[in-house]
């Protein structure tokens, strides 16, 4: 199987901007989350998505929000960009809604300049 | 809230000498932890999670509740064990919400 796989990996936006990231989990997976990877912050979790339901959010403001497909793709959308906003953006599957390993992609550099 | 902390950024050993990561966590109710691990230039997967009880390269993690600790030890490091190493935590009814520690390089030297 394929694993979970995100476009575009690298992209540079500038301030002010909006952007739209997309992830294709592992065929079968109907759950998608998402999460932010920064030196200064680490790993937070942004949202998670099953069945095309949002099931929980982290603490980010409203400029990022995110969809699940019927096919249970997703993307994620970042308004109004800020400088605070580079980061490694990292989407995760797992076939079930609980109890199962958790997979990851390999992340989309955003860099806001 | 839910809090994980690894103490160390950075821990060098030497190639055979035994290995602890330190995790240490916070949480009101019962957990489930996960050592994730990211190779150079690879992309971040799980390498055990406490529920399993088991063995996963020769690394183990053992929860202890009284302590809120879920350390991960190896008895003899090996050169392929330098990566970076992520403590996680999920609670009932969040289970694809991970919160995670800042990490520790394992550097494994000759």
């Known amino acids: 199987k394929a694993g979970v796989t995100q476009t575009p990996r690298y992209l540079i936006k500038t301030r002010g901007q909006q952007v739209t990231l997309s992830c294709s989990p592992i065929?079968?997976?109907?759950?998608v989350s998402w999460y932010q990877q920064t030196p200064g912050q680490g790993l937070q979790f942004l949202f998670e998505?099953?069945?095309?339901?949002?099931?929980n959010k982290g603490n980010f403001p409203g400029r990022f929000s995110g969809r699940q497909f019927s096919n249970s793709r997703s993307e994620m959308n970042v308004s109004t960009l800020e400088l605070g906003d580079s980061a490694l953006y990292l989407c995760?599957?797992?076939?079930?809604?609980?109890?199962?390993?958790?997979?990851f992609g390999e992340g989309s550099w955003l860099t806001v300049v | 809230a839910q809090r994980v902390t690894q103490p160390e950024k950075l821990l060098s050993v030497f190639k055979g000498a035994p290995v602890e990561l330190k995790c240490n966590y916070s949480?009101?109710?019962?957990?489930?932890l996960f050592w994730y691990v990211q190779y150079s230039r690879q992309r971040l997967q799980l390498l055990l999670r406490?529920?399993s009880r088991e063995s996963i390269k020769g690394f183990t993690a053992d929860l202890n509740k009284g302590e809120t600790s879920f350390h991960l030890k190896k008895p003899f490091a090996q050169e392929e064990d330098s990566a970076m190493y992520y403590c996680?935590?999920?609670?009932?009814?969040?289970?694809?919400?991970?919160?995670f520690g800042t990490g520790t390089r394992l550097q494994v030297t000759l």
């Open positions: 996680a935590l999920t609670g009932s009814g969040t289970a694809s919400k991970l919160t």
């Open positions: 995760a599957s797992r076939e079930g809604a609980v109890g199962n390993t958790i997979y």
């Open positions: 998505y099953f069945s095309e339901t949002q099931r």
């Open positions: 065929s079968g997976h109907r759950s």
């Open positions: 406490h529920i």
């Open positions: 949480y009101s109710g019962s957990p489930e």
